[in-house]
């Protein structure tokens, strides 16, 4: 659209356009009786250059200063950003625009485009991988098409950020904290808090959530059985995502002696005395004997009992002879 101050005694105006600021190349593009005219045979690919002279019956006035214009193109559709997809980039993607060579694009932390900054001022495909976006952060986007004419008219705001990445350096304690397993854990940038997964194998199919939103890079696990090995994994969180299972494991035991076996039970029989005790989920033990308390213990019998159980034995003693018998964890923190 060419615009342009009215002249004084003028009936009308004629437009010329051309492709140089030479008016000797130019060709008369059409009348008008006022300001302003729209030319509409111009493409998006094509810039020219114009001249108003006005005219009246009697004659016609000198050429303005030429003016450079060109038809915009028209904004980007379908803009797309990934939303916590992938740890280590944003993806973007929209539908090209007819005349088109190359894409702009712009980004804020503010869904306004006051003060947004670009990241690519040729961009000649149409999607992108914002690589530089920072986790825990929501981030908006706008496109602009371009070409060797100019730029077009931005996008409607697209957000997107990132997934969290796992925590890493997973350890946990092994029978050095009393009253509990105390696990730790790497920080995460980005994340407002961490959950702790929790099984009794290594394996993580069955895995289980035991504490959710902890502030800090550990947790101290007071829940767990003594006695019972506890196999642990951690996931960063936050308002925008939250990580996948960490990778990194460690696995730990309550500190502190075996719990006293439940239900002891011993009995003399002709085959010499018998016992039975309750055993404690993951701890191994034995059987010791002496005739006399003031002399050595000697070991009986041992056995490792992976869940809770009966171990049960006979042991054999002279006739008329006494046999004292003690029950301990081998495998005690």
């Known amino acids: 659209m060419a615009t342009w101050a009215p002249v004084i005694l003028a009936e009308g105006y004629e437009l010329w356009r051309g492709p140089s600021n030479d008016v000797e190349l130019a060709g008369l593009l059409g009348n008008a009786s006022t300001s302003p005219y729209i030319d509409f045979t111009v493409t998006a690919t ?79 495909s149409t999607n992108y991988a914002d690589i530089v976006a920072v986790p825990g952060y929501r981030f908006y986007y706008w496109v602009k098409s371009k070409n060797q004419v100019g730029a077009g008219l931005i996008s409607q705001s697209e957000s997107g950020f990132l997934m969290l990445s796992p925590p890493s350096s997973v350890m946990a304690s092994y029978g050095t904290v009393p009253n509990g397993v105390g696990v730790n854990w790497a920080s995460v940038d980005g994340s407002d808090w961490y959950e702790v997964w929790w099984n009794d194998s290594s394996s993580t199919v069955g895995v289980e959530k035991i504490a959710d939103c902890v502030a800090w890079t550990n947790y101290l696990d007071s829940e767990i059985t003594p006695g019972m090995i506890g196999y642990y994994w951690i996931k960063a969180s936050g308002t925008l995502s939250t990580s996948a299972l960490s990778v990194a494991y460690d696995n730990g035991m309550i500190a502190g002696d075996p719990e006293i076996p439940e239900s002891i039970g011993i009995a003399t029989r002709l085959q010499g005395i018998s016992l039975c005790c309750q055993t404690i989920t993951g701890r191994s033990y034995r059987v010791q004997g002496t005739t006399n308390l003031m002399a050595n213990w000697t070991n009986l019998y041992t056995t490792f009992t992976p869940g809770r159980g009966r171990l049960t034995s006979i042991f054999t003693t002279d006739i008329d002879s006494q046999l004292f018998l003690r029950v301990e964890s081998t495998n005690s923190p």
Do not use: M
Not at 75 to 101: Q, Y
Not at 109 to 120: F, R, S
């Open 46 to 124: 094509q810039g020219n250059y114009y001249w108003v002279r006005a005219t009246n019956s009697i004659t016609s006035g000198t050429f303005s200063t030429p003016n450079f214009g060109y038809c915009g193109l028209p904004a980007p559709l379908g803009l797309v950003a990934s939303d916590g997809v992938f740890t280590d980039r944003v993806t973007l993607s929209w539908s090209s625009v007819p005349g088109a060579e190359a894409y702009e694009v712009w980004r804020h932390t503010l869904d306004t485009t006051n003060g947004a900054g670009w990241l690519a001022l040729w961009n000649a």
